[in-house]
């Protein structure tokens, strides 16, 4: 179970960063960013969903453990944030910080706040 939900989670990684790259450009690591945020949102619905007992322990194994695994990074949100401050931008490197913590904390609250009312 896990590998199958690694393995579907690391595809849609590529997928979703490469379209969200495409839109915005790659001045700001949005696709990151993006990634990180509804990687947190499904995180946090899956957890609380398994945690009520809504939804069957393998579904934490498939979905949290090995999607929610393979799709987020928080080694290329590192990078990501290195680079730009190498470049100089310590503002937009500020920024990403600030984002990806608050929106990715946002998005989990708001998934287990949806996943204990399914």
């Keep these: 179970?896990?590998?199958?939900?690694?393995a579907l989670g690391a595809m849609a990684r590529y997928w979703v960063g490469g379209v969200v790259a495409a839109r915005l450009g790659g001045s700001?690591?949005?696709g990151t960013l993006v990634i990180n945020a509804t990687g947190s949102l499904i995180l946090g619905f899956f957890m609380a969903a398994a945690a009520e007992r809504l939804?069957?322990?393998?579904w934490r194994f498939l979905v949290a453990i090995g999607f929610a695994g393979a799709y987020t990074t928080f080694s290329t949100f590192e990078y990501e944030t290195y680079m730009l401050i190498e470049d100089g931008s310590w503002l937009r490197a500020a920024a990403n910080v600030v984002l990806s913590v608050g929106v990715c904390f946002a998005a989990l609250a708001g998934g287990i706040v949806l996943g204990r009312k399914i």
């Design 55 to 58: 939804l069957s322990p393998n």
């Design 28 to 30: 700001f690591p949005y």
């Design 1 to 6: 179970m896990i590998a199958v939900g690694g």
